[in-house]
């Protein structure tokens, strides 16, 4: 059981270049998430998703696209890379219904530079 | 919208109490959080309170909630160097509103240890 994984663990891209980060879980959650951390502003919400097929903006989305064609995995896009853009990334996943509220088990980050 | 706030940074000598504190402005919130973030990790579940509760104590860790002021606390005893870390507090609203079980997080308070 290895629970919430993300591809790759660090990349550096070049300003205008694009790339999809992957988000797996075999704790067939029913919701996912994608989060950037960046100092001093916590955790923000990119974009979110309530089951397979589905997707919904969170606090921060422009500039990123989101696809979930099979529950198990998440992906994050970001079609033209920009200096801004350069966080850690975390994906996340939670139950509908849990013994701990609404519980979010997380991977272990992306870390993206954007030159 | 929701909003959770904390102070960045906290320094406690080893064995002494830590008390990490967090305000938040969403009087709907079912569930608050404390969330630990370990060097180069992503986030794990601490411990969790409900909004019904005053405290809640799970070995070195107490939680206080204080609704009417909207104030949430976590205080470790007997703090190790092992409780290096960031902690976030994290709120969510009633998960039969829908919105996918969405947290909003604070800005995390990075815990340092000293000997």
């Known amino acids: 059981n290895a629970g919430v994984t993300q591809t790759p663990k660090f990349r550096v891209l070049k300003t205008g270049q694009s790339m999809t980060l992957l988000c797996a879980q075999d704790m067939n959650h029913e919701y996912m998430y994608w989060y950037r951390q960046d100092p001093g502003m916590g955790l923000r919400l990119i974009h979110y998703s309530v089951g397979e097929g589905t997707t919904a903006k969170g606090e921060v989305p422009d500039g990123y696209n989101v696809s979930r064609l099979k529950k198990q995995n998440f992906l994050l896009g970001l079609e033209s890379a920009a200096p801004s853009q350069t966080s850690v990334y975390f994906c996340?996943?939670?139950?509908?219904?849990?013994?701990?509220?609404?519980?979010?088990?997380f991977g272990p980050g992306t870390r993206l530079t954007v030159l | 919208g929701e909003d959770v706030e904390q102070s960045l940074f906290l320094s406690v000598r080893e064995g002494d109490s830590s008390v990490i504190n967090c305000t938040y402005t969403?009087?709907?919130?079912?569930?608050l959080y404390w969330y630990k973030q370990e060097p180069g990790a992503g986030l794990q579940l601490l411990t969790y309170?409900?909004?019904?509760?005053d405290m809640k104590q799970d070995q070195r860790l107490t939680v206080l909630l204080n609704k009417k002021d909207k104030h949430l606390s976590l205080r470790i005893a007997d703090t190790q160097t092992g409780d290096s870390a960031i902690y976030f507090c994290a709120e969510s609203p009633n998960i039969l509103t829908g919105g996918g079980n969405k947290l909003t997080f604070g800005t995390g308070t990075q815990l340092k240890v000293e000997l």
């Open positions: 309170i409900f909004s019904n509760m």
């Open positions: 969403d009087s709907s919130s079912t569930y």
């Open positions: 996340a996943s939670s139950a509908f219904f849990s013994g701990k509220g609404n519980e979010q088990f």
